[in-house]
């Protein structure tokens, strides 16, 4: 099922038919993906006096309660209103899905004991292009990802100029293979996400930052078409599917 998309003049075909998930689904196991130090998340049969919605008790349909929080537990989305007293929803900010998009892959450096995404690094892997979303996979790049359990672990981040970079280049949607943009424990500075949403100047309120991604070492780095998909809640954050469409040359 291929299709042609036109994107300023020039059009690109993409086979519809050949999606790239690149989304950590949430599961009701402990061995879930974690961060920020919270239980893992629960999937488990609604009880209400003798009902159990299971099947095998005796239900007729399976009736599951769904808890957990989609900044610590598998692919999510978020908008500004993740750092701002004012409510923003990330179902609101993203009214477009469709995005010209460069995944880059990034071997964090070390700076002062920490493992950084820095402004040369991502000079470097995106030259002169200008895309609408970037996407980083960092090396070493393991399946553990799928299942890691980063609290205390002091995970990647981008330092500061380097989200100023994507700024500066137009980058409105950035997706990361790590838990967040910013140091684990960081003291409230949030520096990426501030910079990377304008915070203290003209706010970007369509940006979107996309955390928990897992980019397969099968997709090769380059242009591609993301669809980023939401579920519909309004909240700073939802749970994501970006999926990732090749450009056939």
């Given at each position: 099922?291929?299709?042609?998309?036109?994107?300023?003049?020039?059009?690109?075909?993409?086979?519809?038919?050949?999606?790239?998930?690149?989304?950590?689904?949430?599961?009701?196991?402990?061995?879930?993906?974690?961060?920020?130090?919270?239980?893992?998340?629960?999937?488990?049969?609604?009880?209400?006096?003798?009902?159990?919605?299971?099947?095998?008790?005796?239900?007729?349909?399976?009736?599951?309660?769904?808890?957990?929080?989609?900044?610590?537990?598998?692919?999510?989305?978020?908008?500004?209103?993740?750092i701002t007293e004012e409510f923003h929803s990330v179902n609101k900010s993203?009214?477009?899905?469709?995005?010209?998009?460069?995944?880059?892959?990034?071997?964090?450096?070390?700076?002062k004991g920490d493992f950084v995404i820095s402004k040369k690094q991502l000079?470097?892997?995106?030259?002169?292009?200008?895309?609408?979303?970037?996407?980083?996979?960092?090396?070493?790049?393991?399946?553990?990802?799928?299942?890691?359990?980063?609290?205390?672990?002091?995970?990647?981040?981008?330092?500061?100029?380097?989200?100023?970079?994507?700024?500066?280049?137009?980058?409105?949607?950035?997706?990361?293979?790590?838990?967040?943009?910013?140091?684990?424990?960081?003291?409230?500075?949030?520096?990426?996400?501030?910079?990377?949403?304008?915070?203290?100047?003209?706010?970007?309120?369509?940006?979107?930052?996309?955390?928990?991604?897992?980019?397969?070492?099968?997709?090769?780095?380059?242009?591609?078409?993301?669809?980023?998909?939401?579920?519909?809640?309004?909240?700073?954050?939802?749970?994501?599917?970006?999926?990732?469409?090749?450009?056939?040359?």
């Open positions: 099922m291929k299709t042609i998309i036109k994107h300023n003049t020039k059009n690109y075909t993409i086979d519809l038919s050949q999606p790239l998930d690149i989304s950590i689904p949430i599961t009701g196991k402990s061995t879930n993906v974690n961060a920020w130090y919270v239980d893992p998340p629960k999937i488990e049969p609604h009880t209400e006096g003798e009902f159990i919605g299971k099947v095998t008790e005796g239900a007729s349909t399976n009736f599951n309660d769904i808890s957990f929080n989609p900044h610590a537990h598998g692919t999510h989305t978020e908008c500004i209103g993740h993203l009214s477009k899905f469709f995005f010209m998009t460069e995944v880059i892959t990034i071997a964090p450096e070390k700076i000079q470097y892997a995106l030259g002169n292009k200008n895309r609408e979303a970037v996407v980083i996979r960092t090396i070493p790049n393991l399946r553990d990802k799928m299942t890691r359990q980063y609290a205390n672990t002091n995970p990647p981040y981008l330092l500061e100029s380097a989200a100023q970079l994507l700024v500066d280049k137009g980058v409105e949607h950035l997706l990361v293979d790590l838990p967040s943009v910013d140091k684990e424990k960081d003291d409230g500075a949030l520096l990426a996400h501030k910079t990377f949403w304008n915070y203290d100047g003209k706010r970007r309120l369509q940006a979107t930052i996309t955390e928990f991604v897992f980019v397969a070492n099968s997709i090769k780095d380059g242009k591609y078409f993301l669809n980023l998909q939401l579920a519909s809640f309004e909240n700073d954050a939802s749970p994501s599917r970006p999926v990732l469409y090749l450009i056939e040359e």
